[in-house]
DNA sequence: AGTTCTTAGGCGAACGTTCGCCTTTCCCTC
DNA sequence: GAGGGAAAGGCGAACGTTCGCCTAAGAACT
């Protein structure tokens, strides 16, 4: 094996040259005699050299890294975002020379201690954050200390940083305005707590849609909770024990695992999802293509945030002047059998 | 902002000893006078000094990373175990001072190059291994290398290498064992085609619980396909439209999502899940909860995997002496409505 | 009184790069 | 024939650590 690492000096010395004549010819900032070039090349590759990273980013006082760390969901939820967001933040990262640092996702008053740590041990270049909500206390840590980040959501609007979000609004839009084509009036929206800016966004869309549809969106459609099973579940019952004329004939929802226990509750009710009742769901997690039936849903580009992400921090790290520091992607709703 | 960074020479200036000094009495190899910690203790605190790590591990001579990538799923496809896994091997690793770096999977030919450029840049001291499976030839590749890593997953069995596992088998025998308890006989089971290690090793679970439970294992109640919806769904309806009385009345599948598609099947031909016929799937992935009617299915201690991957690395790479580098872990069946 | 021991801390070197500046050679031009 | 410039490459230094060895001074022992 190559027990012993190769070096610039090894190649040097089997070349015949300085291992700083190595260097700069590896790195094209020197000119030299194509016998000397060849001799240089093939040193490399008959003794496989590779340059040190670490040596290489100790002398250029940077780390190349991208730390990175996201919530862990609790049992019950899937984060059927983490492969995409990661693997194409990895393979971007990767094609500019950086690679992503994960690190472990801590609530309170600790988390930003891990960012103070990894910005003063000189592990990470920049950030990119996950999950940010408002008054993030990351983002206001990082604006004060002026270093390097990109947000994969919007958080305050009075504050001033690079984000790449989806327009979450828009798909809500879409959503809404497929169900008014298709004739349905009574449309209820499981939503979140007032909290979450997330959800904000999308039941902002969910408005726009009604007026824009010309229908007044009764606030007794609009409920708010938890984005899980049970809640979307006791919701929808809820709702499903309105008088007969009022009862929607409608529901989108902030996400699958709501959407999931809104399709449960039709059932309990012995009503048949999608001509009964139409479900749309948000997210459009993996699985829900198999639900019975087919489960409609909001589709985010994933992989292009993560793209974004990468792409809109490394221009900040290295300090190049770019167009834009706010990235809006556009959802798509992909209509299946249950709406 | 701390703008420049804070090194040794700093706090030793502010302490009135030499950089070296300062540097011995943080990693606790030398005894001064109670003042002049002090005074170092308070000058590290006040400049909110940290080691740098690339200069730490450039001098060490190690990088004290973890490699890691993974397959990326086709969509349709959940990799619900990703969040787990790389959580928990971030956290495990962390505790012992070493970080986790993604890098992106290929397939073919180029895979073994990245593993064989991280190792001579130096980037990584070992490597986690997924996905792994027969002739894996990063194995191959690394064990000749004499390179240190973990493979989540055996292969072949005459190859000596370190590995953490989860005992497939005695997943499928207490599947087996609980349905025969039940009073089924006609017991199908939805495996893998036969180049697979985890499906064969699984398969065999089924096989031992069957003549552990003296019922002759009939062929035509293994089938074996690709794990995917769709293949789950055409092999339930072939065995349904088995005569009435070789009809199996429990199916068990190597995965959940072949498991939907078994359900999807069953409903087609108007059986109730559960009592006209059993399903049991693999993986407990987070949704199969929610399915109606529930999944029951083998559930993975994936975290414990993790960290139990990153545990025997690490003793590897810094040459302890250590107990068993092979881990079996026993995974657990989780009963609901579907059997 | 000389020798050894202990305590407290200094100093040079090294890890593998890259960067800036210097030297040598050769060719061309006036 | 002196001067200039390009081409080809060498050399020292630095990034921030850690490590091994050295020194100075006082205490303790013979």
Redesign the pocket.
């Known amino acids: 094996m190559a027990a012993t690492?190769v070096?610039?000096?090894d190649v040097a010395a089997r070349a015949g040259?300085?291992?700083?004549?190595v260097?700069?010819v590896?790195?094209g900032?020197?000119?030299?005699?194509p016998e000397?070039m060849a001799r240089i090349q093939a040193a490399v590759q008959e003794l496989g050299y590779r340059?040190?990273r670490i040596?290489?980013n100790?002398?250029?006082?940077r780390s190349f890294m991208i730390g990175y760390s996201w919530t862990q969901t609790e049992p019950g939820q899937v984060n059927h975002i983490l492969d995409q967001f990661l693997s194409s933040m990895v393979r971007e990262a990767g094609a500019v020379g950086y690679y992503v640092l994960p690190f472990p996702f801590l609530e309170g008053k600790e988390q930003v201690e891990i960012y103070r740590d990894l910005i003063r041990s000189g592990n990470v270049d920049g950030f990119v954050l996950s999950s940010v909500n408002y008054n993030d206390p990351r983002i206001q840590f990082l604006l004060k200390q002026k270093f390097p980040f990109v947000a994969f959501g919007r958080s305050n609007p009075e504050w001033d940083f690079a984000w790449v979000d989806i327009d979450g609004a828009a798909g809500t839009r879409q959503a809404i305005a497929y169900l008014i084509g298709r004739g349905h009036r009574r449309i209820a929206i499981l939503a979140w707590p007032p909290d979450s800016r997330v959800g904000n966004d999308r039941l902002q869309g969910y408005l726009e849609a009604m007026e824009a549809g010309q229908i007044v969106s009764e606030s007794d459609y609009i409920l708010r909770g938890e984005g899980t099973f049970e809640v979307g579940r006791a919701m929808t019952l809820h709702l499903l024990d309105l008088p007969a004329g009022r009862r929607p004939t409608a529901i989108l929802t902030l996400n699958d695992t709501m959407a999931i226990g809104a399709m449960a509750a039709a059932r309990e009710r012995g009503l048949t999802i999608g001509t009964d009742l139409a479900i749309i769901g948000f997210d459009d997690a993996p699985m829900v293509q198999y639900l019975f039936p087919p489960l409609s849903s909001v589709r985010q580009p994933i992989a292009e945030a993560g793209r974004k992400c990468v792409e809109l921090l490394v221009a900040l790290v290295e300090g190049q002047t770019f167009t834009e520091k706010h990235v809006l992607l556009q959802p798509s709703l992909i209509i299946r059998a249950s709406a």
């Open positions: 690492k070096t610039l000096k040259v300085s291992y700083q004549t260097s700069k590896l790195n900032e020197m000119q030299v005699a000397t340059p040190n040596a290489r100790m002398r250029a006082g």
